[in-house]
């Protein structure tokens, strides 16, 4: 199984990107995706999370800004990220996870600043 982040960049305050998340290798759609991020000195934490079902969850930090959603049909999980703060710069990770099984992505660099 393997996933590939993209969409990372440089934004300024204030702004807009999405992360995309591409997974192979197996039956996407039972999975449940999440993204985590993780700045530097500072320990991974949970951002968004989405069920197979399609329920989602998101830290109190991004909620109102952030919207995680999955294309079943292309295997692919998305996380919309708006209004982004100098705070959001991280290395943004993909996770998918089905019974015992727990698959990361390599990361994806997100910094926010002028």
């Known amino acids: 199984v393997q996933l590939v982040e993209s969409g990372g960049g440089l934004v300024q305050p204030g702004g807009s990107l999405r992360l995309s998340c591409e997974v192979s290798g197996t039956t996407f759609s039972g999975y449940a995706m999440a993204w985590y991020r993780q700045a530097p000195g500072k320990q991974r934490e949970l951002v968004a999370g989405i069920s197979s079902t399609g329920s989602t969850n998101y830290a109190d930090s991004v909620r109102g800004r952030f919207a995680i959603s999955k294309d079943n049909a292309k295997n692919t999980a998305y996380l919309q990220m708006n209004s982004l703060k100098p705070e959001d710069t991280a290395v943004y990770y993909c996770?998918?996870?089905?019974?015992?099984?727990?698959?990361w992505g390599q990361g994806t660099q997100v910094t926010v600043s002028s």
């Open positions: 996770n998918a996870e089905y019974a015992i099984w727990n698959y």
